[in-house]
Each structure stands twice: as C-alpha cells, then as structure tokens.
C-alpha cells in the first residue's frame, strides 16, 4: 500500500502551501494519518497527526500554531495546511499511516504505510 504526498513546492517565508496525502488502496478513514519532514542532514521528524476515531489531532511544537492537518469528508485525503513558512521547515515532506493512537510524540517507528515524499523549499 502506497500514499501519495503531493503539494510540495518552493515558496518564500512567510507564505502558505497545502499538502494532500491520498491513498487510493486504503480506507484512510480507518487510520491515523501523520505528517513527517526530513530535512536534509537531520533525521526524519513526526510533525503532525489526526486521528481516525475522532479527529484529534496533535502537533509538534516546532510547527504547533502555524500548520493544520484535516481530512476531507469523504475520509479519501489528509491535508497539511503550512502558513507562516521559514527557511528551517525546509524538508522532505512525508505522510504515513497505521492503525495507532494519535498522540505525541509522533513516531516513525509506528506507521506501516508511507509516501514517497514530497519536497518543500522556503527560501527567498
């Protein structure tokens, strides 16, 4: 089972981007959905989370205030919604899924199901 991260892109401080993660073989409505980054040199960081039961969601204090994850209605897509951008969020963007509690901290080790990444440049 393969996600999609899709939405990555170059974008100045300060702006905006959304990123969707979609995974047309699993019934995403069942799972938590988490956000990873990676930037380049560090290791992977578990960013953000929703949950499948009750749309909890929790964030890591690097992005808390600034980012937004939701899934859409249909339970077929999650979002992350970046406002407020800086160079440091800089990364490879990932999205993974599995069948565990949303709540910090958000663990690599934990999900099954991954996407191939998408990359995300905040630069001026």
């Known amino acids: 089972v393969q996600l999609q991260a899709s939405g990555g892109g170059l974008v100045q401080p300060g702006g905006s981007l959304r990123l969707s993660c979609a995974a047309p073989?699993?019934?995403?409505?069942?799972?938590?959905i988490s956000w990873f980054r990676q930037a380049p040199g560090k290791e992977r960081e578990g960013i953000s989370c929703i949950s499948s039961r009750d749309g909890t969601t929790n964030y890591a204090d690097s992005v808390k205030g600034r980012f937004a994850i939701s899934r859409d209605n249909a339970g077929k897509a999650v979002y992350l919604q970046m406002n407020s951008l800086k160079p440091e969020d800089t990364a490879v963007y990932f999205c993974?899924?599995?069948?565990?509690?949303?709540?910090?901290?958000?663990?690599?080790?934990?999900?099954?199901?991954w996407g191939q990444g998408t990359l995300v440049t905040v630069s001026s």
């Open positions: 073989e699993l019934a995403m409505k069942w799972y938590t």
């Open positions: 993974a899924a599995d069948a565990v509690l949303c709540m910090p901290p958000i663990l690599e080790s934990e999900y099954q199901y």
